[in-house]
């Protein structure tokens, strides 16, 4: 029971602050629904039709930043091309059109859904606390919204919090559904048409391809150079300090011995190696403890201070296990090596059929962007990893920290 209320209360936090975003995009569109009406009565009488593609323009600049809000919470929604030029052919384009829907409807229902949701919660809090501050209130007056009730003592006011307490029990279930509610006009309306939606699917997917293909002929070229510069190596050395003994063993005894023990000392640098190669092909630790109990591994071994916290039920396949396993350790690699933090922290869990990591630090910052990337910080290889398997990769880092990557990826129902 502790678990659910947890849960719910994170729940509708999170959700507070989906209607708190999707408030402030509310009002971008409804301005933006205002400029449509006036410059649409100015059309009448030909004045606004050189101002329509601005218009036109501004709405696309509000769906846009509605795209990005909902990306934020799990929601991708493809960029539009940019808005035809002609006047005609903008009135034409579906995109448009369907944007024009959305700031119509988000401009006023979903700015009165994020007024209803915030007011929920703020007024709980404002019931709750009214007992700490209604003695300084004038005499004769009711409580917050209740004029028809005379407050006469401290027996009053707690009756006024026992209402806070049914608010805030009626805000834990409701935030979250006016969230979603709120919502629901962006994912229907900014996603791509039905036929360019499948366009992009397939490009998508073969865009997909080809990264798993990248990703899996630079494993193999890693895996090469592994064998290649190391393991082979130390074998080689093996042999020729063998054959070295051999022909030693009946002139030399002494410088027999001595060689042998050096050919034993390369032979377990040699296993040792393979050993490094296997861990990196898929690391038995997965196999033996799970995800958990990796990642415990790899915190363990952090050069910083980290926690864990893991919440994923059951097991997902292997190849999905690996790839997060090597998302924590690259990320983990990077902020004991590049961030200068103090601390990090690794969340993971599981929604439905995807699988959720988080991995935060609070160091210096400034690795997202090309610059980050293309500094040995083993970004690339991350994004790669990811998007073989369809998944989803966000790195904020903005100089000065702290830096946060998200990644999400498919595990099956």
């Not at 708190?20 to 971008?28: D, I």
């Not at 009406?37 to 696309?60: C, I, N, T």
């Not at 939606?197 to 630079?218: G, K, N, P, S, W």
Request: net charge positive; with cysteine; hydrophobic share 50%.
């Amino acid at each position: 029971m502790r678990q659910y209320l947890r849960d719910r209360v994170r729940a509708s936090v999170e959700a507070l602050e989906h209607l708190v975003g999707g408030l402030g995009t509310a009002v971008l569109a409804l301005a933006a629904c205002m400029l449509l009406v006036v410059v649409a009565v100015a059309s009448v009488v030909g004045a606004g039709l050189p101002v329509v593609p601005s218009a036109l323009k501004a709405v696309r600049s509000v769906a846009g930043r509605e795209r990005a809000r909902l990306a934020r919470w799990g929601t991708d929604l493809p960029a539009p091309p940019p808005v035809p030029d002609g006047l005609r052919a903008a009135l034409r384009d579906p995109w448009v059109r369907r944007e024009v829907r959305f700031v119509a409807v988000h401009g006023t229902a979903g700015f009165a859904l994020g007024a209803i949701g915030i007011s929920l919660p703020l007024s709980a809090v404002q019931y709750l606390l009214f007992p700490l501050y209604f003695w300084a209130l004038p005499p004769g007056l009711g409580g917050p919204g209740l004029v028809f009730w005379r407050i006469d003592g401290v027996l009053d006011a707690l009756a006024v919090a026992l209402i806070g307490v049914g608010w805030l029990a009626v805000s834990v279930p409701l935030v979250p559904w006016l969230a979603r509610l709120q919502a629901l006009p962006g994912r229907r309306w900014l996603a791509p048409p039905h036929d360019v939606d499948v366009t992009l699917r397939i490009a998508e997917l073969t865009a997909t391809r080809a990264a798993a293909l990248d990703a899996h002929a630079v494993e193999l070229r890693r895996i090469e150079r592994s064998l290649h510069d190391g393991a082979q190596n130390r074998l080689v050395a093996v042999t020729v300090l063998l054959g070295a003994a051999r022909r030693a063993l009946a002139r030399d005894p002494a410088m027999a011995a001595e060689v042998l023990e050096r050919a034993h000392a390369a032979a377990e640098l040699a296993l040792a190696e393979l050993r490094t190669v296997v861990r990196g092909i898929l690391p038995p630790v997965l196999g033996d403890r799970g995800l958990a109990g990796a990642l415990d591994g790899l915190a363990a071994g952090c050069g910083v201070p980290c926690t864990v916290e893991v919440d994923v039920p059951g097991r997902c396949a292997a190849s999905v296990e690996a790839t997060a396993y090597f998302v924590v350790a690259e990320a983990l690699t990077n902020v004991a090596r590049h961030s200068g933090a103090t601390r990090a922290a690794v969340a993971v869990h599981r929604s439905g059929d995807r699988l959720h990591l988080r991995i935060g630090d609070d160091g210096r910052g400034g690795a997202d962007g090309t610059a980050g990337e293309g500094h040995g910080s083993g970004i690339a290889g991350i994004r790669r990893r990811v998007e073989a398997h369809d998944g989803r990769f966000t790195l904020t880092s903005p100089p000065g920290g702290p830096t946060t990557l998200l990644v999400e990826l498919p595990c099956g129902s």
